[in-house]
């Protein structure tokens, strides 16, 4: 098994920070974890799930465009953590923000969301005007 549990996220003002944190636990996890890409993604009301940032198993990383700059991902050296740091924000970041693991590499900006295998249950980010 896989789990994955998300921490972190709150109300905070425009132009505001948040660090988000998935720990990530589980049999499966703990024999595979080293080929897992991990990744984080958010859920607008309304919209489909998108691809926010990911990091692949040699520390490679990829950021949507909307976030470019002001997000930061990382993840601890034992693998139990993967971070989402977050600056700047503003209104349009409001979502519920989903940790992933198990997924394909990111090319040319595109996160093939249907294709990670496993998922947590998301924390709510708000971001107030």
């Known amino acids: 098994d896989v789990n994955l549990v998300e921490s972190g996220g709150g109300s905070v003002q425009a132009g505001g920070s948040l660090i988000l944190s998935c720990a990530a636990s589980g049999e499966t996890y703990k024999e595979y974890y080293k080929s897992y890409l991990m990744a984080w993604f958010r859920q607008r009301e309304g919209e489909e799930r998108e691809g926010v940032a990911a990091?692949?198993?040699?520390?490679?990383?990829s950021y949507a465009d909307s976030v470019k700059g002001r997000f930061t991902i990382s993840k601890d050296t034992t693998g139990s953590f993967l971070f989402l740091q977050m600056n700047g924000l503003n209104p349009e970041d409001t979502g519920v923000y989903i940790c992933?693991?198990?997924?394909?590499?990111?090319?040319?900006?595109?996160?093939?969301?249907?294709?990670?295998?496993?998922w947590g249950q998301g924390t709510q980010v708000t971001v107030f005007s």
């Open positions: 990091i692949d198993i040699n520390g490679a990383i």
């Open positions: 992933a693991a198990d997924g394909p590499p990111v090319i040319n900006g595109v996160f093939r969301t249907r294709e990670f295998n496993f």
